[in-house]
């Protein structure tokens, strides 16, 4: 027992918390490991076991009930051994263990490791201090520890809840629900429902106030204003133009015709061209008018009937037209008074915390590499993470803000503003180049023979040794003076306040650091390991030692390159600091020339690279230029070339949302079947076809899903909601604000789908708003209502008319999106994924170093030679473009299983690697404009073997292309660059042994581009052979029985 052996813990007593070995088969193995110091064993904890009144009292103090959630283990522990000593029976003791099950489950993995066994006469802790705090209160019994779970679980999920009811998800989710409940007035409200006259489409207030919610920031509600009037407007035009050529044909006898031209014209081209320009602009604001804008004409092309009687009546377009701005008012008038959140803040907020992350960044990349030992995933990865998502929310903070500085006059502001959130962004490339030499050293020190690392390593410590502090106090003061660089508060107004001569001090610290950075190259260059070439030495050891010292200049010069970066941003803010902030609004008048930047362009997309007409077949959709060639083409193919707007993925989406819109329509102007698509109210399954109508088939069954459960959970929401109070003007409003929480917040969190949310709120709008308004007779005498019940609805048919034409509208749209033109995602994916990878091939095999000449005594770079590094903006912003495609392509079914998301996942990541390197080396190339005569000897002394390293590289690119593309296996060997990289540093150190034969030294600056190409060329090989080992994953390994013929 404890007694005999004071060091142990006995297992009988700590069986009353603990499963029986029946129970828990990792208990059948049970050992005796001596108990820590703070042990209830041990004397320092006796007295506590002295009294069961004071167990009791301790107990009652820790425990739920008393305000306490958790307890440490010498707690629990403290309370067990009062549990056991009063435990007189072992019926009891059986009844507490078989009581356990339920509860065991919530123990930390340390009761349930599994343990060696000895005699059995105590229990080892192995993973778990005595000292940790366990997350489960024990009450003092020790023997009704399923009530004292139940409760503990009560007690986390209420601080849950609480936490959800304070967080700001909430805030947005309530704000939203209000504008709602607001818009829904429209039509439970008698004087309210009384300004916009009669009809039952007045539910379409709600409608909007759900599409253009009052979660916005200001700008996006501007934005989104802007945009839903063009959409209402352009909808009005398509309605109005139809009824005139339904009433002029119908004056010439010609209904028919007059019919085709409407379907054919303004609902195929109208829909269509709708469908068009919301893939065009690919803006969450923009999608949600362009839907707006389908239910309207949807309502008059088939509800109406103005079109189908050959008569023009404008009264119910107008009324549409009213309904819908009532909805967007009130969600903008709720956006605007009720807590507003204006993107301005959201942006210096975003910028804040973005810098806060770059100085994490810098503190953990410095510390790896000078302490020599990578810290875990979760230290790079987390704060890395952040930065992204950060970029991410600036870049749409900064676009919305433009709205709100045109709205206040601040038009040069945002100017200032814009290029300050550029300069920061351009501060994270320069961070991914710190990142890419730490994992290259990491990677030159973890390969090869015992005898080769330990020179790696040797070599690296006197680096280390006469460079590290400095390393580490240079990352400090960039962290700080990230720090400075933030705004002081987060409203409009905040401004920031820099540190008095912050700029001169970073830069003189920074003149420092190169100083003693290159004394300290040089006395490492001056070693007799680099004073002799390469093939008088061990060859292999010789180039990775040549490429460890590289690396660790590279990572020095990344800092400087940080720092130049932080000055930049410095001049910046002292620009935005100087700025006169009296309001302007000059933009208004449009007839002068703008002094600003307006940057108002909501249309405008870069221009992409210049290639060879050759290269045509390669790319096209991506906006490419192309140069003629001096031989002419044939006839049908420039004219197959000047077609070539329509083969554009846009266009050809256009086209078949416009033809699926025509079919479906059809039957609405047909006189035997028009009876039957008006009962069914089939505009609803139109509106429904355009929505749930993507690009790409993952996207379209995506869409559809949850569009479909959506409606079916719509619909019997307001099938409940009637039944509890049905035609109740006070009880529905309510009842539809609290489904409108649940819905919003899943709107605005996108969990599990964004339109999952709005799917509900408007099936629930068609089914009880429309049902309440037919109740108050708030129809026309012409609209056929009578066969849902009329004064009287039947709310069971009403929300079955809307299930069956909503579902056979996503069905429709999910036939046209697989037989008409269809574009697959996977095939997408692979597609832009593979002309992604030849593009890079080309710029890369262009030879970045290739475009310098000499102009007198300095170093010229001629950027129109060079164009292709210029373009990794363009080559980013596909990448970007492609990572939706992922996403839908999971979605898409196939008989071969699931799609490998996990290794394009990890596909996508190296091939944003190899852009960091590209980056990398564009940033160094446009720094070195004024470089040493000495740079240029250099790149053509080795321009052979860079020839011979590029086309290496350019192979690898081309056949992870082709077998992409095609589909193929690879094979188990490749081409590696490896061999051709070792030869270009021994060239490098060849030069520079001449160098010290002639007396011609100069400076370690003049080596920076080359090493600079040579540590992008190894990183790129090295991202280039992880996509080859996932691709040979995907698609397996050639062999003699790959290709049987």
Known sequence: MAEDHPDTVDIELYESFSPTPSESPRLNEISTYPTSPGSLNSPARQPLLASP???????????????????????????????ADEVDSRSELEHDRTSRSAFAHLLPSAFNAPANSNDGRGIGFTSLSFDSELPIPIAASGLNVRRVALRWTLRQRAAEIVAFLKSPIFARACKCAVAYLLASLVVFNGHISSIFGVGDGKHLAATASVYFHAARTVGSMIEANIYAEVALFYSSCLAGFSMLVSRLFLGMDMINIGHSIVLIVFCAGGLGSIAYMKQRMNRPTFSTACSLASVSFSTILIREGSIQRGSFSLSRMVQVSAVVNGGIIIATCVCLLLFPVTAISELKTGINKTLTDYGQLLDVLTADFTEN??????????????????????????????????????????????????????????????????????????????YRKNSCLELFNVFTHLFGDRMVNAASLLRDTLNSMKFHGADRHSRIHLPANLKVDLLAARDEFAKARLSVLREIYAMDLFTSPVQHRHAEIGAYLEEIVAICGQFTYGLLTVADCLSDTIRIIEEYDAYNRLPSWEWIQFWKPASVETDFDLTSRPSGAT?????????????????????????????????????????????????????????????????????????????????????????TLTAAFFRILGTCLGTLFAYIAWQIAPGNAIALPLIGFCIALGCFHIILTGKPNTVFGRFILLTFNLTALYSFSISRDDFDNDDD???????????????????????LGV???????????????????????????????????????RGFSLEGNSV????????????????????????????????????????????????????????????????????????AVQEL?????????????????????????????????????????????????????????RQIQQQTAGSEDEFVLIYSYVLSTTAINGALLEIIGKLQHIYGVINDDTLII
């Open 860 to 931: 010229r770079r001629h950027t129109k030679q060079n164009r292709g590094l210029n373009e990794e903006s363009q080559l980013l912003k596909m990448l970007i473009n492609i990572s939706p495609l992922l996403s839908q392509a999971s979605k898409e079914f196939r008989l071969k299983g699931p799609f490998p998301t996990t290794e394009y996942k990890n596909i996508i990541r190296s091939t944003q690697e190899i852009l960091d390197s590209f980056h990398m080396m564009n940033d160094i190339l446009s720094r070195n404009r004024g470089a």
């Open 937 to 993: 000897q250099i790149i053509s002394y080795t321009n052979q073997e860079r020839r011979e390293l590029n086309n290496r590289v350019f192979l690898l690119f081309y056949l992870i292309s082709s077998s992409l593309r095609l589909g193929l296996p690879l094979p188990q060997h490749l081409p590696n660059s490896e061999h051709a990289r070792e030869v270009m540093i021994s060239k490098v150190n060849e030069y520079r042994y």
């Open 53 to 83: 009144q004071r167990r009791k009292s301790k107990a009652y103090e820790d425990s739920p009930t008393h305000g306490v959630g958790t307890t440490s283990l010498n707690t629990l522990r403290r309370y067990s051994f009062g549990a």
């Open 611 to 699: 290639f060879p007409r050759s290269f045509s077949r390669l790319f096209t959709d991506e906006g490419i230029q192309f140069v003629d060639s001096f031989v002419k083409d044939p006839l049908r193919l420039r004219i197959w070339r000047q077609l070539y707007a329509f083969r554009s993925i846009d266009v050809l989406y256009g086209i078949k949302v416009g033809l699926g819109a025509m079919l479906f329509t059809l039957p609405a102007y047909i006189q035997k079947t028009r009876p039957l698509f008006s009962y069914y109210r089939m505009e609803w399954g139109l509106v429904s076809f355009v929505i749930v109508m993507n690009v790409s088939i993952g996207g």
């Open 785 to 807: 209502d009578e066969d849902e019940g009329g004064l009287t609805p039947v709310v069971g048919d009403i929300a079955w008319h809307r299930l069956v034409a909503v579902t």
């Open 811 to 849: 069905i429709w749209g999910v036939l046209v999106t697989l037989y008409i033109w269809p574009n697959s995602a996977r095939a997408e994916l692979k597609r832009k994924l593979g002309t992604l990878w030849m593009r890079m091939g080309l710029l890369w095999n262009s030879d970045p170093l």
């Open 373 to 450: 030992a990578p810290s875990s995933a979760a230290d790079y990865e987390k704060p890395l993470k952040a930065v992204q998502e950060s970029q991410r929310s600036l870049d749409t903070t900064l676009h919305e803000a433009k709205f709100e500085h045109y709205l206040w006059g601040t038009v040069a502001e945002h100017a200032i503003l814009k290029r300050l959130t550029k300069s920061i962004e351009d501060i994270l490339p320069n961070i991914g180049a710190l990142r890419s030499s730490q994992v290259l050293k990491l990677q030159l020190m973890e390969i090869g023979p015992g």
